[in-house]
Structures are given as structure tokens and as C-alpha cells.
């Protein structure tokens, strides 16, 4: 059974149009992530949340925002989506004492 | 800076063949060390995980990776490979202060039959 689930598993947008990434997990992992990975390369970490804290990496533009109304549940927001934003998006969550990290299938994300 | 090098970009191996993919970091001090296995459009699967204590650990699928300190090295082994195997192998690392794992940029493992 999935236990860290993304929807969709793949969302085409239009250039600027806003679009929502959603993760929900079943685990009550206190540790969730958002990464970023583009065809070929590694995934690159865009923010993550401890609890309801919020920690955002220093190179994420501020295109992306995100929210996280309960422990199950985080939300990706790409405010006006670029060519250069094409790419899978994956949801991964932990339990704070626990290194074991579950990731989601991903959304593949398309811009027109 | 801290960074997780994986010099192969692609490895072709014959089924039944031995397999080593090379991981180096650069950090101050030792991080935790992992290996994620990624199919296509698919998310990632933690193979193994070094924290501390014996340097050669062992992980699901009869992967294993050995830790050395003095080569910053965390390579992947496994002494039979499957046409299954073919995939994505990303390296990853964090210390133990932080909770941001930093990739490897992959190395894409190819099966000959």
C-alpha cells in the first residue's frame, strides 16, 4: 500500500498559469520534503518542513511557496509556472528519529 | 561546500557480472551516507545507509557499500547483477546536525542480457 502519495502523477499547466502539487503520507512522519528533479540530474531540495516548521533552501525562488495544514498533508504551490519548471516533483517524509526516508511516485510536471 | 560527486554517468554491465558504482563526498566532518535506487517515473528506494560502526553494510536487493574514511568513498557493490537492476542510482548524504540530504547526480546502471 503507498504511503506517501502524490497527486496527480502527472499535471500539464500553461506558462504562468498557477498550478498545486499534492502530497499526503500515512505514516505521521513529522519530516516531510519537497524536491525538484529535472530529466538526467539528481533531485534538488526545495524546502522542508519539521512539524509545522518551514525551512525554505536559499535558492529556491520564491515562485515556489509552500503549505502544510496538518501532519498528513503538504501542498506545493508554483505561483507562475516558467518553461524552466518542467520537471517530477517528489514528496518524501521521515520520522524525525528515523533516517528511513519514503518517497512518493512523483508528478511529473508539464509547462505549455 | 558540501557536495556528493558520482564520477559514472552510465555504467553498462553484463547480467551475472559483478557491479561497483563509486560515490566520493566532501564535508567537513563524516555525514550519513545512503543509496537510493530509482526506476523510470518512479520515486526513489533507500538500498542501504551508513551512520557509524562496521564500514561494510548491507541492503535489500544484495546490494552492499563500503565506507572509506581515508578515500571519502561510499561505493556500491553488488556481486551479481540482474536485468532488474537497471536503473538510476543516486548516492545521498547529510550531516547529522541537518536534515537536507544532498544527491549524487546519478549514475544510470545499463543490463547487457
Known amino acids: 500500500d503507498a504511503m506517501v502519495i502524490q497527486n496527480p502523477r502527472y499535471q500539464v499547466t500553461q506558462f504562468g498559469k498557477p498550478v498545486t502539487l499534492s502530497c499526503s503520507q500515512t505514516l505521521n512522519h513529522n519530516v516531510m520534503y519537497w524536491y525538484q528533479q529535472k530529466s538526467s540530474q539528481a533531485p534538488k531540495l526545495l524546502f522542508h518542513?519539521?512539524?509545522?516548521?518551514?525551512?525554505n533552501e536559499a535558492d529556491t525562488p520564491d515562485n515556489f511557496q509552500s503549505r502544510r495544514p496538518n501532519t498528513s498533508f503538504c501542498f506545493l504551490d508554483i505561483r507562475s509556472p516558467g518553461l524552466g519548471d518542467a520537471a517530477m516533483y517528489l514528496c518524501a517524509t521521515h520520522r524525525a528519529d528515523n533516517e528511513k526516508l519514503f518517497f512518493g511516485s512523483g508528478t511529473q510536471l508539464s509547462v505549455l | 561546500a558540501q557536495s556528493v560527486t558520482q564520477p559514472d554517468i552510465h555504467i553498462t554491465v553484463s547480467e551475472g557480472a559483478s557491479l561497483e558504482l563509486r560515490c566520493n563526498y566532501s564535508?567537513?566532518?563524516?555525514?550519513?551516507l545512503f543509496w537510493y535506487v530509482q526506476s523510470p517515473g518512479q520515486g526513489l528506494q533507500l538500498l542501504l545507509k551508513?551512520?557509524?560502526?562496521?564500514?561494510l553494510v548491507q541492503g535489500i536487493k544484495g546490494f552492499e557499500a563500503e565506507f572509506k574514511r581515508s578515500q571519502s568513498s561510499f561505493n556500491l557493490r553488488k556481486p551479481s547483477v540482474h536485468w532488474s537492476d537497471a536503473a538510476e542510482y543516486f548516492c545521498a548524504a547529510r550531516m547529522d546536525s541537518s536534515y537536507k540530504l544532498i544527491f549524487g547526480s546519478g549514475t544510470r546502471l545499463l543490463v547487457r542480457p
Open positions: 518542513y519539521y512539524d509545522k516548521d518551514f525551512n
Open positions: 551508513y551512520f557509524s560502526g562496521d564500514t
Open positions: 564535508y567537513g566532518a563524516t555525514p550519513y
